[in-house]
């Protein structure tokens, strides 16, 4: 199982790397998807099926696929032609570098941080989690409302990208 976990994890820092580094929007945007997917085997395979299937629906379903169809629909030059690395790229290494630290040793010294083996998280918060999700007096309304934002944003970039006719782009 560690070694499905390493492989997963792998791929996942592999094209989460490429999502920085690629030069066009659209590979970008692949790379972006199979990081997503990476993150929501992850999920899974730590028996978190809720979160996998949440990754899945909400990240890849909707928002990477509004990116793709973002840039599918904007008609510009899809690479970038300027430099690709900036010049002080050593500061945010080193402050990545710091805050992976501190990340580490908070997590290390959390005693609810490692469960023991046949141990689980507690389901009961996944099924609050859940029955709030959906339920009107709490969490439905502003899942409502994004997806109308999103849907928004979905048609008014079909709008700016439809070429109108006597040449008015």
Same mark, same amino acid.
């Given at each position: 199982?560690?070694? @499905?976990?390493?492989?997963?994890?792998?791929v996942t820092?592999?094209?989460?790397?490429?999502?920085v580094t690629?030069?066009?929007?659209?590979? #970008?945007?692949?790379?972006?998807?199979?990081?997503? @997917?990476?993150?929501?085997?992850?999920?899974?395979?730590?028996?978190?099926?809720? @979160?996998?299937?949440?990754?899945?629906? /909400?990240?890849?379903?909707?928002?990477?696929?509004?990116?793709?169809?973002?840039?599918?629909?904007?008609?510009?030059?899809?690479?970038?032609?300027? %430099?690709?690395?900036?010049?002080?790229?050593?500061? #945010?290494?080193?402050?990545?570098?710091?805050?992976?630290?501190?990340?580490?040793?908070?997590?290390?010294?959390?005693?609810?941080?490692?469960?023991? %083996?046949?141990?689980?998280?507690?389901?009961?918060?996944?099924?609050?989690?859940?029955?709030?999700?959906?339920?009107?007096?709490?969490? /439905?309304? %502003? @899942?409502? /409302? #994004?997806?109308?934002?999103?849907?928004?944003?979905?048609?008014?970039?079909?709008?700016?990208?439809?070429?109108?006719?006597?040449?008015?782009?």
């Amino acid at each position: 199982m560690q070694i @499905f976990f390493v492989i997963v994890a792998a791929v996942t820092l592999g094209s989460a790397l490429m999502v920085v580094t690629a030069r066009r929007m659209m590979h #970008a945007a692949l790379w972006l998807v199979l990081t997503l @997917f990476g993150v929501a085997v992850i999920f899974a395979s730590l028996e978190a099926s809720f @979160f996998a299937v949440v990754q899945v629906i /909400v990240y890849i379903g909707a928002i990477a696929i509004l990116i793709i169809f973002a840039v599918m629909l904007t008609r510009r030059v899809m690479a970038d032609d300027g %430099p690709q690395l900036v010049k002080r790229w050593w500061l #945010a290494a080193i402050a990545c570098a710091l805050l992976l630290g501190g990340m580490l040793y908070l997590y290390t010294t959390w005693p609810g941080f490692m469960f023991g %083996p046949g141990s689980s998280p507690d389901l009961e918060i996944t099924k609050q989690l859940g029955a709030d999700l959906v339920d009107p007096e709490k969490y /439905v309304i %502003p @899942f409502e /409302v #994004a997806s109308v934002l999103l849907l928004a944003a979905l048609i008014g970039a079909i709008y700016v990208s439809v070429e109108r006719k006597g040449g008015k782009a």
